[in-house]
């Protein structure tokens, strides 16, 4: 057994690239038992993701696949649609991210899944809500990021449109899935019922970003516009050293006050644009042109040792490539070196989070494309001749690893 707090539960996974993907990958770090349902072509992002030591088995893919096993099926086939169906039956939780009406053109809509099994969890994660204009629309993370405000925030900041390079978009709704997921499994257990839960990335991304940047248009009428200064400030970024950059964050008044005096300019703590939060908030772009200003005299190193003195929050701006060595992560033995039966050794990443009563046990690397179909055929009671014709006809694909 797996362990974990959702060990027992089931999950298939008809989803691909990131939003799905990352959703059913935190679901099996934590011990589900997670289907992954792929056509013969494979997941998208096993192949969009650069070089890899094997085909169809790219770094992304790899990072996002981890405790899942694969099983190719052809749901066009009559076959494979059955097969599925027949899986459904012993499902707790069913993930999908295509548009709803290829579910229903597929007959795989919620009504046709629960007559298989009334307690399942049926999850879509799609672009738009079902009850708007753009519903049958197409959805990316970038399609996300410049219609739902996003890229927006770049614009007022520096001055041009741009997305955030990396797909925040599908990350963000993959994580509220797993919430929502996690709930549902919770009422169950009271009520004994499955449900049906709809995931627009749209409507989630509106919310996410304008909790903070509806700003004064949150009143009617208005009392300003929208848009927190304080977050779009150009200013707003990592600050300039001698010798590099530093991250420092000083928003109360004790932090304000002890930066103050660790960059030599009590006076300001009597400034009336800095002595209290609101003027600072008021005079955020001054405020900011002082970091500016005057760290730019002392290497980041010699900044930090001064702003852990006065516990001022402040850290080093690392790169993609130092964060690898970081000494804190290295402490908590965050990245893991693992051996991958087809990739070699590979660098993974630890689960950040930690439990009481213990997490999943057994780890597995990321599947080759259809390497569990037949033990998952066979556990849905398929014997050999049956998958050896599934085999034949192309509805399913036998990868098993070859023994060494």
């Given at each position: 057994?797996?362990?974990?707090?959702?060990?027992?539960?089931?999950?298939?996974?008809?989803?691909?690239?990131?939003?799905?993907?990352?959703?059913?990958?935190?679901?099996?770090?934590h011990?589900?038992?997670?289907?992954?349902?792929?056509?013969?072509?494979?997941?998208?992002?096993?192949?969009?993701?650069?070089?890899?030591?094997?085909?169809?088995?790219?770094?992304?893919?790899?990072?996002?696949?981890?405790?899942?096993?694969?099983?190719?099926?052809?749901?066009?086939?009559?076959?494979?649609?059955?097969?599925?169906?027949?899986?459904?039956?012993r499902?707790?939780?069913?993930?999908?991210?295509?548009?709803?009406?290829?579910?229903?053109?597929?007959?795989l809509?919620?009504?046709?899944?629960?007559?298989?099994?009334?307690?399942?969890?049926?999850?879509g994660?799609?672009?738009?809500?079902?009850?708007?204009?753009?519903?049958?629309?197409?959805?990316y993370d970038?399609i996300?990021?410049?219609?739902?405000?996003?890229?927006?925030?770049n614009?007022?900041?520096?001055?041009?449109?741009?997305?955030?390079?990396?797909?925040?978009?599908?990350?963000?709704?993959?994580?509220?899935?797993?919430?929502?997921?996690a709930?549902?499994?919770?009422?169950?257990?009271?009520?004994?019922?499955?449900?049906?839960i709809?995931?627009?990335?749209?409507e989630?991304?509106?919310?996410?970003?304008?909790?903070?940047?509806?700003?004064?248009?949150?009143?009617v009428?208005?009392?300003?516009?929208?848009?927190?200064?304080?977050l779009?400030?150009?200013?707003g970024?990592?600050?300039?050293t001698?010798?590099?950059?530093?991250?420092?964050?000083?928003?109360?008044n004790?932090?304000?006050?002890?930066?103050?005096?660790?960059?030599?300019?009590?006076?300001?703590?009597?400034?009336?644009?800095?002595?209290?939060?609101?003027?600072?908030?008021?005079?955020?772009?001054?405020?900011?042109?002082?970091?500016?200003?005057?760290?730019?005299?002392?290497?980041?190193?010699?900044?930090?040792?001064?702003?852990?003195?006065?516990?001022?929050?402040?850290?080093?701006?690392?790169?993609?490539?130092?964060?690898?060595?970081?000494?804190h992560?290295?402490?908590?033995?965050?990245?893991?070196?693992?051996?991958h039966?087809?990739?070699?050794k590979?660098?993974?990443?630890?689960?950040?989070?930690?439990?009481?009563?213990?997490?999943?046990?057994?780890?597995?690397?990321?599947?080759?494309?259809?390497?569990?179909?037949?033990?998952?055929?066979?556990?849905?009671?398929?014997?050999?001749?049956a998958?050896?014709?599934?085999?034949?006809?192309?509805?399913?694909?036998?990868?098993?690893?070859?023994?060494?």
């Open positions: 057994m797996a362990g974990g707090p959702l060990e027992g539960v089931r999950v298939l996974d008809l989803t691909s690239v990131v939003v799905g993907p990352l959703a059913t990958q935190v679901l099996a770090d011990g589900a038992d997670v289907i992954k349902v792929e056509s013969k072509a494979g997941d998208l992002v096993r192949v969009m993701n650069g070089k890899s030591v094997t085909p169809g088995m790219g770094a992304k893919f790899l990072h996002l696949n981890r405790n899942k096993r694969s099983i190719v099926l052809d749901l066009k086939h009559p076959a494979g649609l059955a097969a599925l169906k027949k899986l459904i039956e499902a707790d939780v069913m993930l999908w991210n295509n548009r709803p009406r290829s579910m229903v053109r597929m007959k809509g919620y009504d046709d899944v629960r007559a298989i099994n009334p307690k399942i969890i049926y999850c994660m799609f672009g738009f809500g079902q009850d708007g204009r753009y519903r049958d629309k197409p959805a970038t996300i990021q410049g219609s739902g405000g996003m890229a927006a925030l614009h007022r900041a520096t001055g041009e449109p741009r997305f955030v390079p990396m797909v925040v978009a599908d990350k963000v709704v993959g994580l509220i899935a797993v919430q929502m997921i709930m549902a499994l919770y009422g169950r257990t009271r009520t004994g019922e499955g449900c049906s709809e995931i627009p990335m749209f989630n991304l509106v919310k996410f970003v304008l909790e903070e940047h509806m700003y004064l248009k949150t009143f009428p208005p009392l300003g516009e929208t848009g927190d200064p304080r779009l400030d150009p200013l970024k990592p600050i300039p001698r010798d590099g950059w530093i991250c420092i964050s000083a928003n109360t004790d932090q304000a006050f002890a930066f103050f005096d660790a960059i030599g300019r009590p006076e300001l703590k009597t400034d009336p644009r800095f002595s209290t939060i609101p003027a600072r908030f008021a005079h955020v772009a001054e405020y900011y042109q002082v970091r500016m200003d005057e760290l730019k005299k002392k290497t980041t190193s010699e900044w930090l040792e001064l702003f852990e003195r006065g516990d001022v929050p402040a850290m080093p701006y690392h790169t993609l490539d130092s964060l690898l060595e970081d000494p992560l290295a402490d908590v033995g965050f990245f893991e070196l693992k051996d039966p087809t990739e070699g590979t660098r993974s990443m630890r689960l950040p989070n930690k439990w009481s009563s213990g997490v999943r046990r057994e780890w597995s690397p990321a599947p080759k494309l259809g390497q569990n179909s037949v033990e998952i055929l066979r556990e849905a009671g398929y014997d050999d001749a998958i050896d014709s599934m085999v034949a006809s192309g509805v399913t694909l036998d990868g098993r690893l070859k023994k060494q």
